[in-house]
């Protein structure tokens, strides 16, 4: 077994302890961040916290875990298949993710859910990802990180959609005797 395969199964690691952090403290912190969002950002927190109010946390961890299904299958497809390329795509987007996270909250000026994971991260996301653009010539890097980010905005986009159609079915779940 080469370093990329041991490698790779940090991928679902990383995703599923950076994404636990969402989970546990994203509708705790935009209740208590609301008012502060509000003023500070009000074009955007128009948009958002509506969103954001229908989202419940089982939903949001469901949402997660679609992503975190979809992270795996890949890493087993990658490692069976001994072929790295769209993992590597995908996990530089992710790390992308990670520093956007870093930059939410220099803009917010607070903690923001994700930051702590984040940091935490980043640096082995670093260390990962000088090993990849070792492995692979430097356009393969850039298609597959192209295409690993168009991925996850596709994916994140739908994943927000169903979490709020779970949210109402959830809803409509709970208030059936």
Known sequence: ????????WLFPILFIFHDFEEIIFIQPWLSKNRYYLSVRFPTLSKKLLPHFDNITTS???????EEFILIS???VVSYIMNSHRLWA?????????LVIHCFQALIIRRYVPAIATSIICLPICI?????IVQLFTLDTVVIYSILGFIIMVINLGI???FMDVF????AKYENKG
Do not use: C, E, P, R
């Open 89 to 97: 795509g995908l996990f530089i987007a992710f790390t992308l993710h």
């Open 1 to 8: 077994m080469n370093d990329i395969q041991v490698i790779i």
């Open 127 to 131: 260390y990962i990802i000088k090993y």
């Open 73 to 75: 299958i890949i890493t």
């Open 167 to 170: 949210s109402k079915w959830l």
């Open 59 to 65: 939903s949001f961890a469901l949402g997660v875990a």
């Open 159 to 161: 994943v927000h959609k």
